[in-house]
């Protein structure tokens, strides 16, 4: 994008991953529909799909500060801010990669649940999932989705995922 000499500001629905250069006389805005991000200089990722039922801030370098209505909170490395929809949030520390990864090409989950990876999935690839066990929903594991590879996953046991065209079992 190219912005003027004192307003450097985004609007965004979906996800982005930004690398901001600082700049103390014009700072970096980025605005969702849940809240308002500001920062001089710094490296993070938001990600606020429509669908979601909660929205995110990951901090990996640097300060940024959030506006949630009259609220301020601001973040540091390492810590995530998640939003739901009716205004509610957490601070919470986080291994920031995990929620960038997919700028690398991958996606990944570090011991959640099989139902939550599957959820994130199908944000992030617009697929439908269906567990057909309903034991598998609950099953936590380590999950390294890649863009070339396919699936690679760590589980006690196998499990049928069924997608609207193919199923896979894992």
Same mark, same amino acid.
């Given at each position: 994008p190219v912005f003027s000499k004192n307003d450097r500001k985004v609007i965004l629905e979906g996800e982005g991953y930004f690398e901001v250069v600082s700049s103390e006389k014009s700072p970096f805005i980025v605005t969702t529909e849940h809240f308002t991000l500001k920062c001089t200089g710094t490296e993070f990722n938001v990600s606020s799909y429509a669908s979601a039922p909660e929205? %995110? =801030? /990951?901090? =990996? *370098?640097?300060k940024v500060d959030i506006s949630i209505g009259d609220r301020q909170i601001p973040l540091r490395p390492n810590e995530r801010l998640t939003v739901s929809k009716d205004g509610g949030h957490n601070v919470s520390k986080v291994d920031?990669?995990? #929620?960038?990864?997919w700028k690398n090409g991958e =996606? =990944? #989950?570090? *011991?959640?649940?099989l139902e939550d990876v599957?959820?994130?999935? %199908?944000? /992030?690839? *617009?697929y439908d999932f269906v567990i057909k066990d309903a034991e598998g929903r609950d099953v936590t594991a380590n999950y390294v989705v890649d863009e070339q590879y396919g699936v690679c996953t760590i589980t006690p046991r196998p499990i049928l995922i069924t997608t609207k065209s193919k199923e896979f079992i894992y």
């Open positions: 929205h %995110s =801030v /990951t901090l =990996v *370098n640097g920031p990669y995990r #929620f960038y990864a =996606v =990944v #989950f570090r *011991n959640d649940r599957l959820k994130q999935l %199908s944000l /992030t690839y *617009n």
